[in-house]
């Protein structure tokens, strides 16, 4: 807010807002698109298609050069993570957008398991 | 002679002709008196009613005066707090762009949006403030923020860009006028249509065509609507109509005030109407540059794309026109400024990815292979290292959440033992 003058003013907020951005699209679900999924931009021959909207071919950009997730994709843009993720399941189903799921936890190998194979070769063996 | 002298008869009648003169003498000269009165009073007549239509002229003027002030001023208000709603709301949206509350935040937004738009268009016809000072913007995002404040935005679609920037004072009316254009679009057109927005370049500067495909206008309609939007500017909230119809007397009066041309008089190839906004030269500037992650990012990322060839096509055409000294590879500069938290953005070295590209790289797929054969001994030695760095740093990571584990387990047992 400016003191004194006759324009009080907010500080401006955002010209585009992000439900324009999304194109009121809905959140894509947890499975389709978690904050751990991995993304890339889907090889191309050639030209970029026109059409898409700048948050969109920066969203392309940022996956250009490999798989992120899109927690870390989230991370290079102004935009709040869940209008990315719509962004990203758009671009996904518009086959601009590559999706991987996320590599499983490692699991601890069952001991159960290994005690087993210890004994068979202990009985076998020793 | 004298005889006739003599008779009585003739003095009554020289009598009466003299009585008779003398009445038609004084019958003229009343007559004459009336009719001064007459004039005179004609003249009384209608100078009292030109003070009166002056009266009544100016009893209304005050009237829409004070009515405009009051309104003005209220809607000054409304739109202080619909502003500060759309902060609060982006606010909230960042803060919680992980639930799915956002969805519900972004209805929200919308809903604010619209309220707002119809506090500024009232404003703008009581020759009001116009709202916040915007920065220089896109053609395109004037677009898609004009297109945010009306309703029905999803049947919005915008099918083409141009290069160019509108300047910071025009960018609000631009967006305000559009607004009102799209909400005539989508209102008189079926639920079910787009309606269609095309940017272009032309010699007098660039125009902004909205096509709906509605039913249109007849003759009547659309000669009144080129008259608000031309000569019969509305002053006021007055002669609205009713219901009132708000939309082409905003632009109207926005487009006198900023010089920008619109016309609705042709019709749209799907039958509706087909209004056209044109933004001479004087309103138009070079791409704004992104605000906040100038090419930090992208530009970088692009250079170190193994393909050399492809790489330069792929970027996109959207990359700011305005941008190039910016833009290109400038050698060895640690810092592209810093962001809006004060925090220096830095220049990434390598490409962001935590999986580099392999066999599906993203542009390289040729080089990608060959690039395999051929690994000198310092690649080798630089893949092993960053192996060994990933390793440790994944035990590192473990071992803290081991310990957390434990110091967890710990406090919570100590916790059951004192209670």
């Known amino acids: ?126 | 002679m004298t005889k006739y002298t003599a008779n009585p008869l003739l003095w009554v009648l020289f009598l009466v002709l003299a009585a008779a003169v003398l009445v038609v003498v004084r019958q003229r000269k009343a007559a004459a008196a009336l009719r001064q009165e007459i004039s005179g009073l004609r003249e009384h007549y209608t100078d009292l009613e030109h003070h009166y239509t002056q009266s009544v002229a100016s009893a209304q003027e005050q009237a829409d005066e004070a009515t405009k002030t009051v309104l003005k001023s209220a809607m000054r208000t409304l739109q202080g707090l619909a502003a500060e709603q759309q902060l609060i709301l982006s606010r909230l949206q960042d803060k919680y762009g992980e639930s799915v509350i956002l969805q519900d935040l972004l209805e929200v937004d919308h809903t604010n949006s619209q309220f707002g738009r119809r506090a500024q268009s009232i404003a703008v016809l009581c020759g009001g403030w116009l709202g916040r000072h915007r920065d220089v913007a896109s053609v395109y995002d004037v677009v898609r923020s004009a297109q945010g404040r009306i309703r029905h935005y999803r049947r919005v679609e915008i099918l083409s860009q141009v290069d160019f920037g509108v300047s910071s004072r025009v960018v609000e009316p631009v967006a305000l006028a559009l607004a009102e254009l799209l909400d005539n679009a989508t209102s008189y057109s079926s639920p079910d249509t787009v309606v269609e927005i095309n940017i272009r370049t032309v010699p007098k500067g660039v125009v902004i065509v909205v096509d709906d495909a509605g039913v249109g206008m007849n003759d009547e309609e659309r000669a009144r609507a080129q008259r608000l939007l031309t000569t019969e500017r509305v002053s006021g909230v007055g002669g609205l109509g009713n219901p009132p119809q708000f939309g082409l007397a905003v632009i109207g009066v926005l487009s006198e005030r900023f010089g920008f041309e619109v016309s609705v008089d042709s019709a749209s190839p799907y039958g509706g109407v087909r209004s056209v906004l044109l933004l001479p030269h004087e309103l138009l500037t070079g791409m704004p540059e992104r605000r906040t992650q100038p090419p930090a990012a992208s530009a970088p990322v692009a250079e170190r794309v193994p393909a050399p060839a492809p790489a330069p096509l792929a970027r996109p055409a959207a990359q700011p026109a305005a941008l190039p000294a910016a833009a290109a590879p400038a050698p060895a500069v640690e810092s592209y400024g810093s962001t809006e938290d004060g925090l220096p953005i830095r220049r990434r070295k390598r490409p962001m990815a935590i999986v580099p590209p392999t066999e599906s790289a993203p542009y390289g797929a040729p080089a990608a292979p060959a690039a395999s054969a051929t690994r000198s001994g310092e690649q080798t030695a630089a893949i092993l290292g960053a192996f060994q760095r990933g390793t440790r740093s994944g035990r590192a990571i473990q071992r803290d959440d081991a310990n957390q584990t434990t110091s967890t387990r710990g406090a919570s047992s100590e916790g059951h033992e004192f209670s």
């Open chain 1, 1 to 126: 807010m400016r003191a004194g003058g006759e324009d009080f003013e907010f500080e401006p907020a955002d010209l585009v807002r992000a439900y324009v951005i999304t194109k009121g699209r809905e959140l894509p679900d947890e499975q389709q698109l978690s904050l751990i999924t991995l993304v890339t931009a889907a090889p191309q021959d050639g030209r970029r298609p026109a059409r898409l909207t700048p948050e969109e071919q920066r969203l392309l950009d940022i996956c250009s050069a490999g798989y992120l997730s899109v927690a870390e994709v989230a991370g290079h843009t102004r935009l709040p993570l869940g209008v990315v993720r719509i962004v990203l399941a758009a671009l996904a189903e518009g086959g601009h957008l590559l999706t991987r799921p996320p590599v499983p936890r490692a699991r601890n190998a069952d001991k159960d398991l290994l005690e087993e194979v210890l004994n068979g070769l202990h009985r076998k063996f020793g």
